[in-house]
C-alpha cells in the first residue's frame, strides 16, 4: 500500500498516513536508517501506540542499535497539531522494546516522524556502544605513516612555511600543502610574496580550526575535530580548491540536517555550491514539510537569503502546491 511507505533524509524517518480510518494496525514497510532495517507500526485501542524497531536480521540480533531518537504526530491539516515524545535512548531488538502511548485518536491523514538523534552499535567482542555515524568517512592509512605526519605537523620537523591565523601561528612543510592544494602549490611556484618571505596568512581561521584543517591535510584529523570545525573546514577547501574536503563537508553536512541547523546549512550549500546539500535542505523543509518548525526564523532568513535562493525555494514550493503533487495538500504558509 503507498501509505506504508516512509521516506528518509539524512537522519529523519517519515511515514504518512492516508487513511488509517476503521483499522486498529497498521506496519510499515521497512526503510533503512544506518546499518539496520527498521519499520514503525501504528494499533489503536483506547489511546494511540507507536512502535518503533528492526527488522529481524543477523545484524541486529548480534549487534542491536542503541538508538537515541525522538518522534513527532502531526495532524496532516492546516493547524498540524503536534505531539511531540521526550527524547528516547535504549537498545531495539523486537517490536516489545519500545512503545509510545499517545493521549489521542487519529483519523484519516496524519503524519509520524522519527528523528534519529545517534544510532551506536555494540561491538561484537564487548564493551560500550559506538556511534555508526562519527566512524563514517574516517580516513584509514597506515598508522606508522600517520604517526610519522602527526609528528611532522605537531613538533614542526623540518616545518618550512609559518602560518598566520586569526588568534596565533603554526608551522607547516610546503610540500605537504603544495601537494594537497592547486592554490597553495601556485603560492609556491610563482614569485609571489608567500615564495620568498615562506609566510602564509590565513586570518580568517582560528588556531584552532586552522589546526584541524592542517591535521586533515597531514591526514591525522581525528573524527570529532573534523565534525566540530565542519563549516570552518569547508570553507578552507572552497578557498583552496580541495576538493576532496569540500565533497567530506558536503556528505557530513548531510547527515545530520534538522529544524535548528537547516536554514544556515541551506546559506552554506548556496554559498558554496553544495548542489547536494541544498537539494537535502530543500527536501527536508518542503517535502517533509519541516519549514512549519522553522517559522519563527524563516523571515529573518529571507532578509539575509540571496535573491535567486529565495527565488528557488518559492518555485520549490510552488511544485509542491501544484494540484496533483503526491505532497501538496499539506503545504500551508
Known sequence: MVDSKVETISRLAQWRIDNFGPCTYKKSDPFKVGLWNWHLSIEKNRVFYIRLFPEPSRVSKEQPPFVKFIIRVSNAVANRRIYISPVFERPLRTCDDFIWSVDSTFLGRFIIDVEFLDVKIFPLNGGEPISIWPMDGAMESAQSTLHCLARMLHEGIHADV????????????????????????????????????????????????????????????????????????????????????????????????????????????????????????????????????????????????????????????????????????????
Open 162 to 333: 609559518t602560518i598566520n591565523t586569526a588568534d596565533g601561528t603554526l608551522k607547516a612543510h610546503k610540500a605537504v600543502l603544495s601537494a594537497s592544494s592547486p592554490v597553495f602549490e601556485s603560492m609556491f611556484h610563482h614569485d609571489l610574496k608567500e615564495k620568498e618571505s615562506s609566510t602564509i596568512h590565513i586570518e580568517d581561521m582560528s588556531l584552532e580550526s586552522c589546526m584541524a584543517f592542517l591535521s586533515y591535510l597531514y591526514g591525522t584529523i581525528k573524527q570529532e575535530d573534523f565534525w566540530k570545525h565542519r563549516l570552518a573546514l569547508l570553507g578552507a577547501a572552497n578557498k583552496y580548491d580541495i576538493v576532496d574536503l569540500k565533497d567530506a563537508c558536503e556528505d557530513s553536512l548531510l547527515e545530520d540536517i534538522n529544524s535548528q541547523n537547516v536554514l544556515e546549512r541551506l546559506q552554506e550549500s548556496w554559498l558554496y555550491q553544495l548542489n547536494r546539500l541544498k537539494k537535502g535542505c530543500m527536501t527536508y523543509l518542503i517535502d517533509f514539510g519541516k519549514i512549519y518548525d522553522v517559522r519563527d526564523e524563516i523571515n529573518n532568513f529571507f532578509r539575509h537569503a540571496d535573491r535567486e535562493l529565495m527565488l528557488e525555494m518559492f518555485q520549490e514550493v510552488l511544485t509542491v502546491w501544484k494540484p496533483g503533487a503526491a505532497r501538496g495538500s499539506i503545504i500551508y504558509w
